[in-house]
């Protein structure tokens, strides 16, 4: 049986052909619709061909065709309207849904998922600047290790000579001695009291005074001079005291007694080198501590050492004497200039 029969509830018209009741009124036999109809009461959605019993196809829906095929358009939902901004999501989190519903929209922008990352600005590394010697010119460059190589070189050569002279006898010491004891003496004479079983267990002071012709030409004394007592008010208090000050009197002395008899007479050549070493001393001295005066002049000077002993310790039962020891030398002469002449006064 046909689907639209009289059981359909359609109306038939002439020629068996059925017309819907369109919303406008009765339509003609031909299937175009009344003056006052609308204009889908001519043809509606469920209007027959005549006779053939065929089911007239709907009109397709008006607007732009869409070029995708029917099963895609199926599975697509439909778009309800313009897209909403929203948070933008990155493309990698989004994935392929992201962009299906860009496609499908229509209306949201692609900027977001197809935007090239940010790359990091890599930091600009400080650029190192020569310093020290390489940052002088090559002229001056050649200058510098030139003088650092002689630099160098003097101080191995004075090492050596140091190490020749602490060293046991051989064959260099018998060769070359006198050259080395003139370097040493007496300002690189090396002493190894301090670490001896018995290191010195005496103060010992130093002092000198000259006979001093004045401007007027009279001749004039002056007192003692106690320049062991100068150098140690120069220490006191000092955090780098100067080697001068510590050493040179001290080992001086040291010197003159190691070179002497007990009646003050050289034994050998370095007896003498000590008294000219020692009258060097004293002429500078006294001329620091101005002992001439205006326009005098040191014609002599004299030294004397006053000794005495380190009280020992109280647990030691250690008994010493506390009377000092005075050695009392002879009155050398020296020239205006400061230089020792030959001879003792």
């Known amino acids: 049986m046909d689907a639209y029969d009289t059981g359909s509830g359609a109306r038939q018209g002439p020629g068996g052909r059925e017309h819907p009741a369109g919303p406008g009124g009765g339509g003609t036999g031909d299937g175009t619709g009344g003056a006052s109809g609308s204009p889908e009461g001519a043809a509606g959605p469920g209007a027959v061909r005549g006779g053939?019993?065929?089911t007239a196809e709907p009109p397709p829906a008006s607007g732009p065709a869409d070029p995708r095929s029917p099963s895609e358009t199926a599975e697509l939902p439909p778009a309800s309207g313009p897209a909403e901004p929203g948070p933008v999501r990155d493309a990698a989190e989004s994935g392929p849904s992201a962009g299906t519903a860009e496609s499908a929209s229509g209306t949201a922008p692609a900027t977001a998922a197809t935007a090239e990352p940010v790359k990091p600005v890599e930091p600009v590394m400080p650029v190192?600047?020569?310093t020290g010697v390489a940052a002088l010119s090559p002229r001056y460059q050649v200058g510098a290790l030139v003088a650092l190589a002689v630099v160098a070189a003097a101080v191995c050569a004075h090492l050596g000579l140091v190490f020749l002279h602490v060293a046991p006898s051989n064959t260099l010491t018998k060769q070359h001695g006198a050259a080395v004891d003139e370097w040493v003496f007496p300002e690189f004479?090396?002493?190894?009291?301090?670490?001896?079983p018995n290191p010195l267990q005496q103060n010992i002071s130093v002092q000198v005074r000259a006979e001093v012709s004045t401007?007027?030409?009279?001749i004039r004394t002056t007192g003692w001079y106690d320049l062991s007592a100068e150098d140690g008010r120069?220490?006191?208090?000092?955090p780098v005291p100067s080697h001068t000050q510590q050493n040179e009197l001290r080992r001086a002395w040291d010197f003159f007694v190691a070179t002497h008899d007990s009646d003050d007479r050289a034994v050998g050549l370095r007896g003498t080198l000590s008294e000219s070493y020692l009258r060097r001393i004293a002429v500078l001295r006294l001329e620091r501590?101005?002992?001439a005066g205006p326009g005098g002049v040191v014609e002599r000077v004299q030294y004397r050492s006053r000794t005495t002993n380190?009280?020992?310790?109280s647990?030691?039962?250690?008994?010493?004497s506390d009377r000092p020891t005075v050695r009392e030398l002879p009155w050398w002469t020296v020239s205006g200039s400061g230089d020792p002449r030959e001879g003792a006064a």
Request: proline share 8%; glycine share 12%.
């Open 52 to 54: 053939s019993g065929e």
């Open 128 to 130: 190192d600047l020569p």
């Open 189 to 196: 004479e090396q002493n190894w009291k301090l670490f001896a």
């Open 215 to 218: 401007a007027d030409g009279e």
């Open 234 to 238: 120069a220490i006191d208090g000092n």
């Open 289 to 291: 501590n101005d002992a």
């Open 310 to 313: 380190v009280e020992p310790p």
């Open 315 to 320: 647990w030691s039962g250690e008994k010493v």
